[in-house]
């Protein structure tokens, strides 16, 4: 299975309770590496032969695949380009690979293109490359065209696009039959997929981010109707997509396992989710999603977030036997549903930056809860309920501002009722 050679940028995870020399054939000499290096810092090579002395790189990229040349099945040819231009490499170069021996240009494997700001496109010639698995073109900032024969590399596991400015994918990425990951980061472009898209059958990972958030100038606005039709996919994370909808056919995605969708354009919690039977983590998060009639149906989640939203109310829950962690902060919750008591496997439950006047007594239902944080609310007593949750072993509470000694003391009222309900639970205030 093809496994994915490029993380996003790392973020500062905010602080919640939620806290994850083997030869390829006679390569260039070490000490010819060494001299490539050294003369030539912005290229890196992996097993590179050259079948002619000059070879000026990247200005004909249809050039360069006819003159590379590789020994060994498992190659990795990489183009790293820390310039805007890249050097033009051509009789030292030569002097130091003339004796390498020539093979065929079909034996490459992987192919990575980075950090050349003037490559915009790939030539029809790619389809050359009959054993590539893995193509991947980083920070390649004015990139845009995929060659529409693409589909024709038909043994393409992966593919990697960071920092592109691509408008579509051509209709025939849908022929890619062997290709099981797709991703997409930092993409500067609203990105539109083929209705052939549907036809991926091996796709089990599908990641998408945009830098900005304009539907319709950046980001992946539109799903084609027929992406429910990706049975193989278990993986799926949109962020900065700019979706309002999701298309009725997504519920047909049985096999889905985790769903990520960020900084989208969502008012209504998207009910297609509801139709996903082996959903086990669902994220809809940083939106605009106002209100959830219902949330249920999905016998297999373990993990809901909803945090970072403009939620003012809640239907229902149901259908989640097997929940254990609930993420509900960051919205404008004034109540709870009483169908949160059938959550009888929620552990972990986070409440903080709503609108709480009253601690939600319904709480106090869950009897298996471990860890409870409702910090910047606006009530100031619990009930003696708390005391039926006997498993919880940490709760963090605590007001939106302490405005001056009367605050402080009801605060510390608050602390000792805990100590009283819940003697061993460890608190945070």
């Known amino acids: 299975m093809f496994e994915n050679p490029f993380q996003p940028e790392s973020k500062k995870a905010k602080k919640s309770l939620f806290n994850r020399n083997k030869k ?16 030539f810092p912005t290229v890196e090579y992996h097993g590179l032969r050259i079948r002619k002395e000059q070879v000026e790189f990247f200005k004909d990229l249809e050039k360069l695949i006819e003159q ?21 490499l051509k009789d030292e170069l030569g002097k130091l690979v003339k004796e390498c021996e020539l093979d065929s240009i079909g034996n490459i494997v992987r192919l990575t ?6 490559l915009n496109q790939l030539p029809a010639s790619i389809t050359n490359l009959i054993k590539l698995k893995q193509l991947e073109i980083i920070d390649c900032k004015e990139f845009r065209t995929l060659p529409e024969n693409l589909g024709q590399l038909n043994r393409l596991e992966g593919m990697v696009l960071n920092g592109t400015i691509m408008r579509e994918l051509p209709s025939s990425f849908g022929h890619l039959k062997k290709l099981e990951g797709l991703y997409v980061y930092n993409h500067r472009h609203a990105l539109k997929l ?17 830098i900005y958030n304009e539907p319709g100038i950046f980001g992946l606005y539109e799903l084609p109707e027929n992406f429910g039709e990706l049975s193989g996919l278990e993986i799926l994370s949109i962020e900065g997509g700019g979706l309002k909808v999701l298309p009725d056919s997504f519920g047909q995605l049985s096999n889905l396992k985790t769903l990520s969708l960020q900084r989208n354009r969502f008012t209504d919690f998207p009910q297609p989710i509801c139709d996903l039977p082996n959903l086990e983590t669902l994220e809809c998060t940083k939106d605009t999603i106002e209100k959830i009639s219902r949330i ?56 903080s930056l709503n609108k709480f006047k009253k601690f939600p007594a319904i709480v106090c239902e869950l009897e298996n809860l471990e860890d409870l944080a409702i910090i910047e609310n606006e009530f100031m007593k619990f009930p003696l309920m708390l005391h039926n949750l006997k ?26 009722q805990v100590k009283q309900l819940l003697p061993k639970v460890e608190i945070y205030s």
């Open 194 to 210: 083929p209705e052939t898209f549907g036809r991926l059958k091996s796709l089990k990972e599908l990641r998408f981010s945009s």
């Open 113 to 118: 293109l980075r950090q050349l700001d003037y």
């Open 391 to 416: 498993k919880l072993k940490t709760l963090a509470f605590g007001p939106k501002s302490r405005k001056g000694i009367i605050d402080n003391v009801k605060l510390n009222l608050m602390d000792w």
């Open 68 to 88: 590379i040349i590789l020994r060994k099945e498992e190659a990795h040819y990489q183009i790293i380009a820390k310039k805007s231009r890249a050097e033009v």
């Open 296 to 351: 249920g149906g999905l016998p297999k989640l373990k993990e809901l977030r909803l945090h970072s939203n403009l939620i003012k109310k809640i239907g229902s829950f149901d259908g989640l036997a097997k929940l254990e962690k609930l993420d509900l902060s960051g919205n404008e919750l004034a109540t709870l549903p009483p169908s949160l008591a059938q959550l009888k496997g929620l552990k972990l439950l986070l409440l």
């Open 24 to 39: 390829a054939g006679q390569f260039v000499s070490v000490k010819t590496m060494e001299k490539i290096e050294k003369s």
